[in-house]
């Protein structure tokens, strides 16, 4: 059957199973854009391309599936790095189909033509030029395959508009590509050093990552931690891998981590590292981490081990695979831990989460961010996805929401980019149209991409936006605070729009929310709406997240806040 | 950890871009090539890098994890502590000015320098070896007046596979 490239790109569109692109036309994609037209495939017309790859990141970073879209040549695809860079920051599966001039064009300095597979070949995990037609099949489903196998990551895929028009034998049967899956079998070996490292830990702790979520190991991670009444803390990108409300969860590590959590770090003997790379935030100082701990690290790739932390055992291997054969080894070499010694770990533990709780003051007629969080939390139940912005947003989100479930917090790690919240948000929602899908957001952050709004509206995807608006660049201005002697240079975000008024013009429920004793019931208002709603609530200013680790100093050595802010 | 030159022999696949992945990848993440040398095995579609670069084992480490995390990239191995053979070649031209030309002739005869152009204005000769031959020939070269040099990078091959 001869087919034009445009047809075949559709075609294995359908053979991937995507049900829903992303994207924004121009001239360079015309052809496909005509073919979409009479396809099936839902595509869901974004207001500006970085939106289409934060909101097929947010529908991958959901549903474990890869997420796409489809832009144009030259502004269209750059538009795309900083949505792709994000992706690749946090390992996450999505395919961005670019258009490009014809390959008869590409060197020229054609009109939209911009050599995009050299710009992003730092921030993929992979990228295309696909020169000619008869390639094109193959390459989209390598473009797949390499986005989803191993340690996933945003794979680009370059699209000459000549080679979208010219024609060739299509048969999907007859495609066959190599296969880049590397799959490492944990080594008994490694096991039973593992289990002697336990049996002699008096204070063994679980530090979980985003490669446990991404790997789906949660269920594992959870089996283990509770069967060996093991503590667990995580990274941001972890947050969700272990249910937030059980015993055994102490909260996030690192800068803004809990201080029982970073407290644990620093006093256990064992830390067991599954799915994480030790990111500068979750470490504090490395000479000071974790200082009198083994450190197993289990991750699949093995660029992320002995990278920033020397570890004792590394295991390689699928974050599933590796703690299912770890479960069965505990159980078939009876693993038993001791269980006063276990007692008095926890018990330590408990003292300092005692000591010094995640607080806040919610008093006065000034609302807390926090506490519309909590609120949030109280309102939904917590049955709600949840995805942010960056800052103070984040980090609030992060200390506050307690995620019991994996892909259920949304958010950039890695890259912290703001604006991401919106368009991943509404990615999300297209995903699960019955779930309720929250973007904690920012009043910087929130401008970056407001133009989603737009989409959010045209569509009816009914996300629920929680504006954080203190009229600053919070995070921001806090350093400039601890650090600068509050110079707050251009941080002031005073000047804004009404965003009542801007989420009306865009279509949007808009609602102000001013008092303490008006969050709860804005916040039900807007979960009884099937329509997408902003909340601009009006917080304290100048609040701080804390506790808070100082750069150069160690996680131990924590910073606790002001007393009025915690009283 | 002691740092050293090391040998780091790279199969890729022969794509157009795979020498910038490489390159790319190395100087994005702040590590530093000295020699390089690229051309394609019996199998065209398959091509060997040998680069060499200095660090530490585990700065080494870090840039084989990195390289292996390329897709094109086939296999990385370090040379270094395998028993293999190492080659350079330099082509290397003397103007054989009236003042230096007695002296040039009598320094290729002794050195058994190969000559591949020669004639009354110049010489070009062709210089391989290890690393410490090619390095005590330019330290003989460099009193004769190097008019021009072009040096390759280094080549190496496992003597077991």
């Known amino acids: 059957m001869k087919l034009k490239g445009s047809q075949i790109l559709l075609k294995m569109l359908e053979e991937e199973k995507v049900d829903l692109i992303f994207g924004y036309p121009g001239g360079a994609v015309l052809d496909i854009y005509d073919q979409l037209y009479r396809s099936k495939i839902k595509h869901i017309l974004v207001r500006h391309e970085q939106g289409a790859v934060h909101a097929a990141d947010g529908y991958a970073r959901a549903t474990g599936k890869v997420g796409v879209c489809l832009v144009t040549s030259g502004p269209g695809a750059t538009n795309t790095v900083t949505g792709i860079d994000t992706a690749n920051m946090d390992s996450i599966p999505i395919v961005v189909f670019t258009g490009q001039v014809p390959t008869t064009l590409i060197g020229n300095d054609a009109f939209q033509e911009s050599d995009i597979t050299g710009i992003t070949r730092p921030c993929t995990k992979h990228n295309f030029l696909v020169r000619s037609v008869e390639e094109l099949a193959a390459t989209i489903k390598e473009a797949f395959h390499i986005a989803r196998s191993g340690r996933p990551g945003p794979v680009l895929v370059d699209l000459p508009k000549n080679v979208m028009a010219a024609e060739t034998e299509f048969n999907p049967a007859d495609i066959k590509i190599r296969n880049y899956d590397v799959v490492h079998k944990p080594v008994p070996k490694k096991l039973s050093q593992l289990f002697e490292m336990l049996a002699h830990a008096k204070k063994p702790l679980l530090m979980t990552g985003g490669g446990v979520i991404l790997g789906k190991a949660a269920a594992e991670l959870t089996q283990l931690a509770r069967q060996y009444q093991i503590p667990v803390t995580g990274t941001l990108m972890g947050l969700g891998s272990f249910p937030g409300t059980d015993l055994l969860w102490l909260g996030m590590l690192g800068m803004h981590g809990t201080y029982h959590a970073n407290m644990a770090v620093s006093h256990c003997d064992l830390l067991i590292a599954v799915g994480v790379r030790f990111d500068d935030r979750v470490t504090g100082t490395i000479e000071t981490f974790a200082p009198n701990a083994q450190i197993v690290q289990i991750d699949i790739d093995p660029s992320s081990i002995n990278r920033n932390v020397v570890v004792e055992l590394p295991i390689i291997g699928e974050t599933k695979a590796t703690l299912k054969d770890l479960i069965k080894f505990l159980a078939e070499h009876n693993y038993v831990p001791n269980r006063q010694m276990r007692q008095e770990w926890l018990a330590e533990i408990e003292q300092w989460k005692e000591k010094v709780p995640l607080t806040y003051c919610q008093n006065g007629e000034i609302i807390k961010p926090q506490y519309v969080i909590e609120t949030l939390h109280k309102v939904t139940n917590g049955d709600v996805i949840v995805t942010t912005e960056v800052g103070q947003n984040q980090m609030w989100t992060a200390q506050f929401f307690k995620f019991d479930k994996p892909n259920t917090f949304i958010t950039s790690g890695g890259l912290g980019t703001m604006g991401y919240g919106l368009p991943a948000a509404i990615g999300v929602k297209c995903a699960f149209p019955d779930k309720n899908v929250v973007d904690i957001a920012g009043d910087g952050s929130i401008q970056m991409n407001i133009q989603e709004l737009a989409t959010a509206a045209q569509y009816n995807i009914a996300v629920k936006v929680v504006l954080l608006n203190n009229g600053f660049l919070g995070m921001v201005r806090q350093w400039q605070e601890l650090f600068y002697e509050k110079r707050y240079s251009h941080t002031d975000m005073t000047y804004a729009p009404d965003f009542v008024k801007l989420a009306e013009a865009f279509g949007v429920v808009g609602m102000r929310v001013a008092k303490p004793g008006e969050v709860e019931e804005a916040l039900r208002k807007a979960f009884s709406s099937d329509k997408p709603v902003l909340m601009d609530f009006r917080v304290s200013r100048e609040e701080c997240v804390y506790p808070m680790v100082r750069p150069g100093e160690s996680l131990a050595d924590m910073d606790l806040g002001t007393r009025e802010m915690i009283n | 950890m002691e740092k050293k ?45 040998v680069m060499t670069s200095i660090g530490n084992q585990a700065t080494i480490s870090r840039i084989e994890n990195q390289l292996q995390r390329l897709v094109d990239v086939i296999s990385v191995d370090d040379l270094t502590n395998v028993e293999s053979v190492h080659r350079e070649m330099a082509l290397v031209r003397l103007n054989l000015t009236p003042d230096k030309k007695d002296q040039i002739k009598k320094a290729v005869d002794d050195n058994q320098w ?19 031959q090619l390095d005590l020939a330019m330290a003989r070269l460099e009193p004769l007046g190097i008019a021009d040099i072009t040096r390759t990078g280094l080549v190496a091959l496992e003597l077991k596979n």
């Open chain 2, 114 to 132: 190969k000559a591949i152009v020669s004639n009354d204005n110049f010489v070009i000769l062709e210089i391989t070896g290890d690393k410490a």
């Open chain 2, 5 to 49: 030159e090391h040998i780091i022999s790279i199969l890729v696949y022969n794509k157009p871009d795979v020498l910038a992945r490489i390159a790319g990848t190395l100087g994005g993440k702040g590590y530093n090539i000295e020699s390089l040398s690229v051309n394609t095995t019996t199998q065209y579609e398959i091509s060997k890098i």
